[in-house]
Nanobody, 121 residues
Framework: VQLQASGGGSVQAGGSLRLSCAAS????????VGWFRQAPGKEREGVLC????????YYAGSVKGRFTISRDSAKNTVYLQMNSLKPEDTAVYYC???????????????WGQGTLVTVSS
């Protein structure tokens, strides 16, 4: 049972990346999945979450209008589409799954290993 986060990389400001959070050993469709990030020297913060009924909850106001979250149940994967990237988006991005978005914030039953996103100016 695990989550695998992938898709990170280095891009210039204004570019786009799509992160993937793939589950194995359990059905992600029944879980809320949150994306979190931790920038160097900063605490981890919530970015965006998708509920088990596919509603989106934004935790970071700075990503509204730029980031979206979606789910592909056939692939057992949740995606974080990041557009108009800024240098301040540079961080290690993690995904977490739990029964609700609130629970992903509190603790998160399953966590991915993190994927690094670097945005250069």
């Amino acid at each position: 049972v695990q989550l695998q986060a992938s898709g990170g990389g280095s891009v210039q400001a204004g570019g786009s990346l799509r992160l993937s959070c793939a589950a194995s050993g359990f059905t992600l469709h029944y879980y809320a999945v949150g994306w979190f990030r931790q920038a160097p020297g900063k605490e981890r913060e919530g970015v965006l979450c998708i509920t088990s009924t596919d509603n989106s909850i934004y935790y970071a106001g700075s990503v509204k209008g730029r980031f979206t979250i979606s789910r592909d149940s056939a692939k057992n994967t949740v995606y974080l589409q990041m557009n108009s990237l800024k240098p301040e988006d540079t961080a290690v991005y993690y995904c977490a799954a739990d029964s609700s978005c609130l629970e992903t914030l509190r603790s998160g039953r399953y966590w991915g290993q993190g994927t690094l996103v670097t945005v250069s100016s």
